[in-house]
């Protein structure tokens, strides 16, 4: 039976109806009716947070930890705008997020009224849908449509602009279950002939190698169950983007590590010699490929994707199959089963011998000494205090965010969140803020750099009222340390506005707002400051300092090819070509 | 490798829901990726249903014009999205409505030439005439080519309409 709500009930009822438990957000005058009917209910939960970049970031962390779409209610205008750092971000990463916002009544739509934006206009762009609704008979049809487009096919952000008077005026509310969308109809199982073909091609791979990325993420943690039983049963080897990680377990002995520009040699290099290469899920990012036409230059491609504008956007492949990762997969394991497919024995050890041998160059390993704490030294404590525990890890965006993907290892999907397409510093702190109250026993962690975490700070209010202990480990380089490394090999250590100058003391700043604040400087402080974080309950900034002028490495320069990666032991010299200066 | 670089043009029809924010959308798509628009045409098709068919002309490489069809295909008001150039054999108009202006030679030397493209007169005026000559896009870029030196003062051309020939609806 419909029922007569105001349109501010009807948000609510439809966010109830959808499951939704939790939202992230910042009152304003064009959404007070909102607050008002938040106000007079007790399902859902609001998170004030200190800015809505950091509303949306926060909901993208709740996201991704959690495989259910994160919420956001802002105001129009200002935080409209606000939102659209998150919104992109969460475009780039194919994050479903449901974002509410405010509007000037409709008929001052156009007459720039106070705090009035195009939000449609402006978030177009930067959704993967949106609405401006203009009555209250819609709102229904539409708060329901917004979270099956956001959570269907690829996900992603969608906003829902709501006008001051239609949230006060009366409407029709019906449940979910009434509303089918009238074109969108994602693909979700892939076409069984060309899966056929593909694991054909699969057995009879001689260098094969799996490369899976954010995909498998969000297909569920089902999707990562089918991998791991695939990857296995074939034996083959298998790296994963920045976004993929923890889809297979990095303990394993098939796990390659990370590929892409800030990859491990082995798994580079199998990139570029392999022979059949099986893309799960990723989406032949810049990051990953390097130069184009040096991409994996002898092998026959298969590429599995929910978005079919992902297949031969980038790289040219020979088995493109639109589908969800974890409907292709099951596919696939049946067919492989069910034809009893071997591995070619010989090839497949001859192929390990040579991974084992790039392996065997240890890319990753970097020199320590007793007076000054290396960045890597650091994550690979803060993992070895951390692993027995329940810990989801999200990160700024810079050098201690590779380094937190190269040296702290994920056995489990949903427990890394990294802004990995928009590269958002200020993303992961709020993030962590959204794990938490996901996750509200488990230890989460902002691998931070001090720079970025300037950029959503105001969230340590946030962490501390609603009292989630949230710990901030920065790896202070006192440097943008990531631009300070490209102007070093770019442009000849000319560092140009790169050094974090004038920095907080974080140790004060943590007690200002009512947290903890720890330094550790030396390395025989660091277990001993790391093991505290983790004990001290409530919100913690831990602030590491670490040497200065640590490079990232391995490195895949712009422009370069897989096998054309600098190493950390024979960076001295290394050089971008003309053309590699020109992309970021 | 060379294949792929040739460009090429493309007719491509989409079937789209009548929301408010459609257009935009789509010629968003082109302008925020970079692609081409040579002509685009849009306007409701069925009332009962608020479908529109929007035309639009293109050109790139293959890959750009698959990108193109994937990247329409996956917004969300879209109904369906047909390569006319290559998924069928189509029928391609375009009208435009051409004013000239003029006395004495020129004049009878437009209007003679209008009837040999089977152009009507829609306005007429002691000085001057307005032609609707519909047909094919080059059709009408020859008519206008004629038109200017005897007088061509205004054009005004719709764009490219097309339609797959058979039976089937798209
Ligand atoms: C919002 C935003 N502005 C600028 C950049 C460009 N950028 C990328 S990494 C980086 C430096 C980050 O410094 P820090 O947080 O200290 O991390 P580090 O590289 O030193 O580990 C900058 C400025 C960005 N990614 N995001
Ligand atoms: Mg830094």
Known sequence: MAQELTGAEIVIKALVDQGVDTIFGYPGGAVLPIYDALFQQNK????????????????????????????????????????????????????????????VATHLIGSDAFQECDTVGITRHCTKHNWLVK????????????????????????????????????????????????????????????????????????????????????????????????????????????????????????WLGMLGMHGTFEANNAMHDCDVLINIGARFDDRVTGRLDAFAPHSKKIHVDIDASS???????????????????????????????RPDKDALSAWWKQIEAWRARKSLSFKTNDDIIKPQQAIQRLYELSKHRETYI??????????????????????????????????????????????PDALVIDIAGEASIQMCIQELS??????????IFIINNEYMGMVRQWQELLHEGRYSHSYSDSLPDFVKLAEAYGATGIRASKPSELDDAIKRMID?????????????????????????????????DDAEGATVSEEGKMLV | MKKDETIERHTIAVLVDNEAGVLARVIGLFSG??????????????????????????????????????????????????????????????????????????????????????????????????????????????????????????????????????????
């Open chain 1, 44 to 103: 859902i939960r609001h998170i004030l947070v200190r800015h809505e970049q950091g509303a949306v970031h926060a909901a993208e962390g709740y996201a991704r930890s959690t495989g259910k779409p994160g919420v956001v209610l802002v105001t129009s205008g200002p935080g409209a705008t606000n939102a659209v750092t998150g919104l992109t971000d969460a475009l780039m990463d194919s994050i479903p997020i449901v974002c509410l916002t405010g509007q």
């Open chain 2, 33 to 170: 990726r970079g692609y081409n628009i040579e002509s685009l045409t849009v306007a409701e098709v069925d009332q009962a249903e608020h479908t529109s068919r929007i035309t639009i002309v293109t050109v790139g490489t293959p890959m750009v014009i698959e990108q193109i069809k994937a990247q329409l295909d996956r917004l969300v008001p879209v109904h369906r999205v047909m390569d006319l150039t290559v998924e069928a054999n189509s029928v391609e108009r375009e009208m435009a409505l051409v004013k000239v202006a003029g006395t004495g030679e020129r004049r009878v030397e437009a209007l003679r030439l209008a009837d040999a493209f089977r152009a009507r007169v829609i306005d007429t005026t002691h000085t001057s005439f307005i032609f609707e000559v519909t047909g094919a896009p080059t059709k009408i870029d020859a008519f206008i080519g004629l038109m200017r030196p005897l007088g061509l003062v205004d054009v005004s051309r719709t764009g490219v309409v097309a339609i797959a020939r058979g039976p089937e609806a798209m």
């Open chain 1, 311 to 341: 297949i031969n956007k980038n790289v040219r492949v020979d088995i493109g199959i639109i589908g969800d990762c974890a409907h292709v997969l099951e596919d696939m394991l049946r067919i492989w089963k069910s034809k009893a497919r």
């Open chain 1, 394 to 439: 999200t990160t700024e965006v810079g050098q201690h965010q590779m380094w937190a993907a190269q040296h702290f290892p994920f056995e489990q999907p949903n427990r890394w969140m990294t802004s990995g397409g928009l590269g958002t510093m200020g993303y992961g702190f709020p993030a962590a803020i959204g794990v938490q109250i996901a996750h």
């Open chain 1, 462 to 471: 946030t962490a501390v009222q609603f009292m989630l202990p949230v710990k």
């Open chain 1, 135 to 254: 009555s209250p008979q819609e709102l229904t049809r539409v708060m329901h449509e917004a979270f099956y487009v956001a959570t269907h096919g690829r996900p992603g952000p969608v906003v829902i602009d709501i006008p001051k008077d239609v949230q006060f005026q009366k409407g029709e509310y019906t449940g979910p279950q009434n509303v089918v969308h009238r074109t969108y109809r994602p693909k979700v199982k892939g076409d069984i002939e060309k899966i056929k073909q593909a694991v054909d091609l699969i057995a009879n791979a001689k260098k094969p190698v799996f490369y899976t990325g954010g995909g498998i993420i969000n297909s569920g943690t089902v999707a990562s169950q089918l991998l791991r039983e695939f990857v296995r049963l074939t034996g083959y080897p298998i790296t994963s983007t920045l976004m993929g990680l923890g889809a297979y377990p990095a303990s394993d002995k098939q």
């Open chain 1, 536 to 568: 001290v309950p409530g919100p913690v900034i831990l602030d590491c300092v670490v040497d200065k002028f640590e490079n990232c490495y391995p490195m895949i320069p712009s422009g370069a090819a897989h096998n054309e990666m600098i190493l950390g």
